[in-house]
């Protein structure tokens, strides 16, 4: 069974620093492009950063560029998004998403994955 689960959501103030992880199990994400997505009450999913296969190519939503760094390591079968200067505009559920249909991180992030995660809160508040 195909599973991805993410962790690392929490409540931190504003200027902090939080890392999610997505782990897959079931299957190898070596072949698949992998998205981070949040989703915010009141609000439509937006896409916040998409990694390549080989993690060569990277993309970001202008909200969160030179603040949040998407990474993975293949070998653990993890990806990870490391999220600084955090801002309460930030505060979402975090899902991530894998893809072996769109073979591109812009497509990926602007159409959504074929699998998902359920999702880790973010908050960020004083």
């Known amino acids: 069974q195909l599973q991805l689960v993410e962790s690392g959501g929490g409540l931190v103030q504003p200027g902090g620093s939080l890392r999610l992880s997505c782990a897959a199990s079931?299957?190898?994400?070596?072949?698949?492009?992998i998205g981070w997505f949040r989703q915010a009450p009141g609000k439509e999913r937006e896409g916040v950063s998409c990694?390549?296969?080989?993690?060569?190519?990277?993309n970001y939503a202008d909200s969160v560029k030179g603040r949040f760094t998407i990474s993975r390591d293949n070998a653990k079968n993890t990806v990870y998004l490391q999220m600084n200067s955090l801002k309460p505009e930030d505060t979402a559920i975090y899902y991530c998403?894998?893809?072996?249909?769109?073979?591109?991180?812009?497509?990926?992030?602007?159409?959504?994955?074929?699998?998902w995660g359920q999702g880790t809160q973010v908050t960020v508040s004083s």
């Open positions: 998403a894998a893809t072996r249909r769109l073979s591109t991180v812009q497509a990926m992030c602007d159409r959504g994955g074929d699998y």
């Open positions: 079931g299957f190898t994400l070596d072949y698949w492009v």
């Open positions: 990694i390549s296969r080989s993690g060569g190519s990277t």
